[in-house]
């Protein structure tokens, strides 16, 4: 019964500005591999229907929503349980007054990521955080229930979060062919980790030419498809290569950088060894000149790191692509056409695997006197009986019987 309600919330998050919450199964998964990495300057929460899941999780902050029993794969069932008065007064008791930022990361297409996240985002961005998403979507061979069933909710969690990061699983297929599979789903979570990382640096960094936390805030605030990463290169053309590095992550939803609207890049370089040149930086003029729009909003930074020895790092964080606030308003009172959504995700390629029809007979009153199509069909049976045979015993109704 759903309103059979326990709600736990153990060890509460020490105080950070930036807080990672990870709900349902996938969310619990990417927000644990990220804790067991050792990522120090940020605060962790998961958020679960499952509580054998919640006593498996090394997170020590935690909310259970409802009885522990799970949603049974139905998201409906994982937003009920979220929208429960003890779930909401939950959410918002383990949400720190110092968080300014969220990262909210779930798996779409089954019950709790689903459902409650965009229930979760919603409670958090209530409180004026910034709110960033992390979401997978399914691998196609999960049918097209499943798959309509996740692009559902990514929509409902893009109306709920300032900008948001896409992974599609389909690409870990040919992106980590050759991995294993414990290997691969590792190397999906660490677009999470990556990202948080990508914004702590920014935060604590010491400039040369400074970026902050609301530079940050500039970028991402209702900034719809976004990304955040980091790329690092040495030898020549380094910033070139490193800002190669940071717009080709493989997993993430590829999206032009240069058509952006809003953007925050930051350079860290040795000072001690191998330092930035004056005339190195006619690369981000370089970069910088590809860009599209003329309303582009950006800023820039520079920053020592000595650990670098040789490299340059760069991060960028870049918003605007697609799914801004404005376009998630317009779609939500037009309405938004399935086909339009599984290609923007998937393609145009997309071919939903359906299920092959049965190739049953159906008797008519006549058949039943006609032995020799009743010895026919007793011989084939249903579950072994091609299609080319079903024609072939509907020639036997044409036939005497014997």
Known sequence: MLDDQLIQITAPATNTLIKVIGV???????????????????????????KKALDDSPIPSRIQFGPGLGAGGKPEIGR????????????????DKETRMAFITAGMGGGTGTGAAPVVAREVRARGILTVGIVTLPFLFEMRKQIDKALDGLEELTKEVDSLIVINNERMLSVYHNKSVVDAFQSADRTLTNAVRSVVDIIKMHGVINLDFNDVSMVLREGGVCIISTGMARGDNRITAAIHNALNS??????DIYTARRMVMCISFPETHDSLQMNELAEVN?????????????????????????????????????LVQEDIEEDSEEGINRDELRNRYYGKTFKPRSKPRTPVYIFKPEDLNNELLIDQIEAIPTARRSREQLVKLKEFTQQPNA
């Open 24 to 50: 349902g199964g996938g969310g619990g998964n990417a927000v644990a591999n990220m804790y067991n990495d050792g990522m120090y300057d940020v605060s962790f929460l998961v958020c679960n229907t499952d």
């Open 80 to 95: 009920q349980l979220a929208e429960k008065e003890e779930s909401l007064a939950a959410i918002y008791d383990a949400i």
């Open 250 to 255: 493989p997993l993430p939803d590829q999206t």
């Open 286 to 322: 370089e970069f910088i000149d590809g860009f599209k729009r003329k309303d582009l909003e950006y800023k820039w930074g520079l920053a020592k790191d000595d650990s670098l020895d040789g490299d340059v790092k760069v991060t960028i964080i870049a918003s605007g692509f697609g």
